[in-house]
């Protein structure tokens, strides 16, 4: 079905309505060109919050002029992809909930849970235009766009021309296009009306990235001025969980709050006095806020794939779970939603703002009262944590064969393990890419298995909750019997429920039994050496 | 992706007109649809308006020095591609039988694409043969058009043989009545017993009609310039028994009564 070449596109010079005609004369010598449609249409570009299909190298369009409307996925170059009709759809919209077929499972593979997102709009007149050889074959499609108005940019577009081949007539295509450019009047274009109009606006598709940080900058002002970013990333974040768009919003939120609870916690000295206490309680307030509905998210988010594990119990055994875990998320979420809302979020946010943008704006003190700069600060704390790493693993002692480490040695590990990331990921526009890359990938092996172990311990826990509350809520008799298993479906779901707890406790084993290795892997990485932070740390 | 053959060993059947009509519903239904015109008479590309050459002929797609996806040709109609007829496809038995496991050839061709296709038409020439062979090899269902004469009868009933002695998978098999003439005596007696005693035999029949005919004249699939007609209603309904039956779901404009205009 793809089209396997290019889609020559033009800006017409004279957008007067005879655009039609003059693409038929130009074309004359060697094609026929017939209109298909003609029709107001509004046209809507759609993309995650994050650009994933931009990055993947896709465009979106929702067509309006027909009943139904049209979604088309093309490449950025406008080849076609896949489309289909779309008889009802409000944006946003999860990928999984468009209709079955070719363009949801292309959607999904390159979105996954992300929602897609409303980017442009335009609207305006659409001409359709088949371009014939001399046997009438349709050889390219032809798109005459007159878009009047578009957002962003809320500028009138110039009328374009998309010229798009027929699979297997790209040599076609080409004379066409080269005809068109001999007749003057239609310039070729590099860019797609969704690119023009993003560009208009300054929009740049792609994930956000933190103003790059300078070494010689004063660590203070620095740090305030990362943290003002963070504060944007949450208010952001937050506004897309209370309309509970898609999941990593509130991921992405715990995200900016655990960075900044770091912050506070491995570099809050160098803010000014008094600053991390008035504050670190209220950003573990806002985290604590959102963890539960974040647990129920990744219990339902991997549901299938755990249920898939079961060997003796089936799938259908755990629907009961999976309707307690939507119960449950519903009731957190409005917690959650209230808590966003409420007076003291606000409050927290401005009060933050206020303080960091003082921070920002007051006079650089003189040099011994101005504190580190931004490098010399980096270098103390990434081999501090990395030390206290390494002290903390070492403590382990080689794997014997037997349980391994103790639980708690294992959770003090991941604690480092994680300040010594958030370090990294903080300060990382300090360090050259590559290095970074791999000073992060060398952790990250010791961290997953960490995480895999936490991850089945929290999930065990969360099961034997869970157990403990559907029993409970099971009325001896009469209650709400309609909204609860019966005691033969309960019990099936907690015996799968079972199943899925010992498995996890396997994963834990496996995991307990692997940490050792990983962390002799870690140590022997030399993360320090990786980010030329070695001198520093043997002067230490 | 399903694959589907037009196939008999009778010609002038009305293979061609199934296979161009049935992939362009299927096509028009969401379903990404690729119609292979393996007959070296060419008719399903000519009713598409497609050159029928392929670079390197049967024995260039074959011997692998051609993949088959660079030959392939987009249609008028949305969803629908086509993989033209060449005139060299007449000596394909030469090329198969010079080939690695010559019976399974075609199934090796086609699996490349199950990525981009959901559903493969073949439009298979009149014969027994090793392309024969390699077509019910390679479908997962055979439908047959049936002429109710009693020669078309027993030439069912050979091929149904046939396909019982396949080693392997063997297809499912679906007959459909074609050129069905209700006045004649002949025809409705035959088509009641064979409904009555194969498992095999749709319950629509496709009947002889001019408009089938004229699909060469439009160079269109019926339901693309006729779509209110009796016949586009027919074929309709035989896809829709062609899906049921081969477990395919999704909507299905094409049970609409409008017509899928090129585009």
């Not at chain 1, 374009?160 to 007539?169: D, F, K, Q, S």
Request: proline share 7%.
């Amino acid at each position: 079905m793809l089209a396997t070449g290019r889609c020559p596109e033009f800006v017409i010079e004279t957008g007067d309505g005879t655009a039609p005609d003059r693409i038929a004369a130009a074309l004359a010598p060697r094609f026929a060109v017939v209109q298909e449609t003609r029709r107001r249409e509004r046209q809507v570009w759609l993309d995650t919050f994050d650009w994933r299909l931009h990055a993947a190298g896709l465009e979106l369009r929702q067509l309006n002029g027909g009943l139904p409307s049209e979604l088309v996925l093309t490449t950025v170059a406008g080849e076609p992809v896949a489309a289909q009709p779309l008889p009802a759809a409000r944006w946003p919209a999860l990928p999984g909930g468009l209709p079955a077929g070719p363009l949801r499972d292309r959607l999904l593979s390159v979105a996954g849970v992300r929602a897609l997102l409303p980017q442009a709009r335009a609207e305006g007149t659409m001409t359709r235009l088949r371009v014939l050889d001399g046997e009438g074959k349709t050889v390219a499609r032809i798109e005459l766009q007159d878009a009047v108005l578009a957002t962003p940019g809320a500028a009138a577009l110039p009328p374009r021309l998309v010229l798009t081949p027929v699979r297997g007539y790209q040599g076609a295509t080409d004379r066409a296009a080269r005809l068109l450019a001999a007749a003057g009047g239609f310039v070729p274009s590099s860019r797609s009306a969704y690119q023009t109009m993003l560009a208009s606006a300054g929009h740049q598709p792609g994930p956000a990235k933190g103003a790059a940080l300078a070494a010689a900058t004063p660590a203070r002002a620095a740090l305030a001025a990362t943290l003002l970013e963070l504060a944007d990333t949450i208010e952001v974040n937050a506004q897309y969980v209370i309309r509970d768009v898609d999941t990593e919003f509130l991921h992405d939120l715990r995200v900016a709050v655990r960075r900044v609870r770091s912050v506070l916690k491995l570099a809050g000295d160098v803010l000014p006095p008094g600053f991390t206490g008035r504050f670190a309680g209220e950003f573990k307030w806002l985290g604590d806020l959102t963890t539960p509905v974040r647990d129920l998210d990744v219990h339902l988010d991997g549901f299938g794939a755990t249920a898939a594990r079961l060997a003796a119990a089936t799938p259908a055994d755990l629907e009961p779970l999976r309707a307690e875990l939507g119960r449950r998320r519903r009731t957190e979420r409005t917690r959650l939603v209230r808590g966003l809302r409420s007076a003291r979020f606000t409050s927290l946010l401005a009060a933050w703002r206020a303080e960091l943008q003082d921070v920002v704006n007051r006079p650089a003190p003189r040099r011994r009262a101005a504190g580190p700069d931004t490098g010399t600060l980096a270098a103390e704390r990434i081999s501090r944590a990395y030390r206290r790493l390494i002290k903390r693993g070492a403590a382990l002692g080689p794997a014997t064969g037997g349980d391994g480490p103790p639980a708690a040695d294992l959770h003090a590990l991941r604690k480092r393990g994680k300040e010594l990331r958030y370090l990294l990921e903080f300060f990382g526009s300090l360090y050259e890419p590559a290095a970074l890359r791999r000073a992060v990938k060398d952790l990250k092996g010791l961290q997953d298995c960490l995480g895999g172990f936490q991850d089945a311990e929290v999930q065990q826990d969360g099961i034997r909750q869970f157990a403990t509350a559907m029993l409970a809520a099971r009325p001896a008799s009469g209650g709400d019997r309609a909204a609860r298993p019966d005691a033969a479906v309960l019990a099936a779901t907690l015996l799968a429920m079972g199943e899925l707890t010992a498995a996890l406790h396997a994963d834990q084993a496996r995991a307990r039994a692997e940490v050792s290795g990983r962390f002799a892997e870690f140590a022997g990485a030399g993360l320090l050496r990786t980010l030329g932070l070695a001198g520093r740390v043997d002067r230490a | 992706m399903k694959i589907f053959a037009t196939y008999n060993i009778k010609g002038g059947v009305g293979k061609t007109s199934a296979a161009v009509n049935l992939a362009y519903l299927a096509g028009a239904a969401g379903h990404r649809t690729l119609l292979w015109d393996l007959d070296p008479q060419a008719a399903a590309s000519y009713v598409f308006r497609v050159k029928p050459r392929v670079k390197g002929g049967a024995k260039g797609l074959i011997h692998g020095a051609r993949p088959l996806d660079g030959a392939i040709k987009g249609t008028d109609f949305d969803g629908l591609d086509l993989l033209p007829a060449d005139f060299t496809y007449r000596n394909m038995d030469l090329a198969l039988d010079k080939a690695k496991r010559p019976r399974r050839q075609i199934a090796r061709l086609l699996g490349p694409l199950a990525a981009e296709y959901d559903i493969v038409f073949l439009d298979c020439p009149p014969s027994i043969s090793l392309v024969s062979e390699n077509i019910l090899h390679a479908v997962s269902t055979l439908l047959v058009p049936i002429i109710p004469t009693t020669l078309s009868e027993r030439t069912f009933d050979q091929l149904t043989a046939f396909i019982e002695r396949l080693d392997g998978d063997r297809p499912d098999v679906l007959a459909f009545f074609s050129m069905l003439d209700r006045r004649k005596r002949l025809h409705r007696d035959i088509a009641e017993r064979l409904a009555a005693s194969r498992p095999a035999v749709a319950t629509t029949a496709i009947p002889a009609m001019t408009l089938v005919e004229q699909m060469a004249v439009h160079r269109a699939p019926v339901p693309a310039f006729a779509p209110r007609s009796a016949a586009a209603q027919r074929y309709r309904a035989l896809w829709a028994e062609l899906r049921t039956r081969s477990g395919l779901t999704g909507p299905d404009p094409a049970a609409s009564l409008n017509g899928h205009a090129p585009g």
